[in-house]
């Protein structure tokens, strides 16, 4: 099932060993230890002072970091109120694309992706990927399809498509917010939205 809780067993053909999303409040600190060969840190919202590797960098909503050093501690500051979504696995690397999205209905909802048989109210396009893709939600609500199945989005969730299969996010309750991240490149390598009609599976 392409649904899954956050805290919740990835599938075996998963490259992701774990996914976590924490709030850290103005001035707090959190403390991790890399446990995975490759890591990443998305901030979700708000801004931050980040120690790692005997360094200090400053980031902000939207902003990821690359974890390569297992073993290592990483310190988190809050420069206000944060969202951090730490994410940790095996993949290589030639992935795919990775960042935080947000999106909401359209006044003008249109499908630029393969053909499909729903109705929609965002701007968005039905395609599919060279590579596994992630899809993290951390606030808002809305419905998505993987698959060919309708899936509720909520935060703390993440829907989970393997490469080659079809998905879409049609409909938003409430503004989401989230965080995509695509795995390894395999097949034929190709980056970005994938459709039928100018691209052959």
């Not at 990835?10 to 999303?21: G, K, R, V």
């Not at 890399?34 to 708000?46: M, R, Y």
């Not at 073993?71 to 994410?87: F, L, N, P, Q």
């Not at 696995?89 to 499908?111: A, H, L, M, Q």
């Amino acid at each position: 099932m392409p649904l899954l809780k956050c805290s919740d067993p990835l599938p075996e053909w998963s490259e992701l060993d774990f996914i976590e999303t924490f709030e850290i409040k103005k001035g707090e600190v959190k403390s991790l230890i890399q446990k995975s060969i490759k890591e990443k840190i998305f901030i979700g919202e708000g801004s931050c002072e980040i120690f790692m590797d005997m360094k200090n960098l400053k980031a902000k909503r939207e902003d990821y970091l690359e974890l390569n050093n297992p073993g290592s501690e990483i310190r988190i500051r809050a420069e206000e109120d944060c969202i951090v979504i730490h994410i940790g696995g095996r993949w290589s690397d030639e992935t795919g694309s990775c960042g935080v999205f947000k999106i909401n209905n359209s006044e003008s909802p249109y499908n630029a992706g393969d053909p499909v048989n729903y109705d929609r109210k965002t701007e968005f396009d039905n395609h599919f990927h060279d590579c596994d893709e992630y899809w993290i939600i951390f606030k808002g609500s809305g419905l998505a399809v993987s698959e060919g199945e309708k899936y509720d989005l909520k935060p703390g969730y993440l829907l989970a498509t393997r490469m080659g299969d079809h998905h879409d996010l049609i409909n938003v309750n409430e503004e989401i917010h989230g965080v995509w991240f695509e795995t390894s490149l395999k097949g034929k390598k190709r980056l970005g939205h994938l459709w039928n009609h100018p691209h052959s599976k």
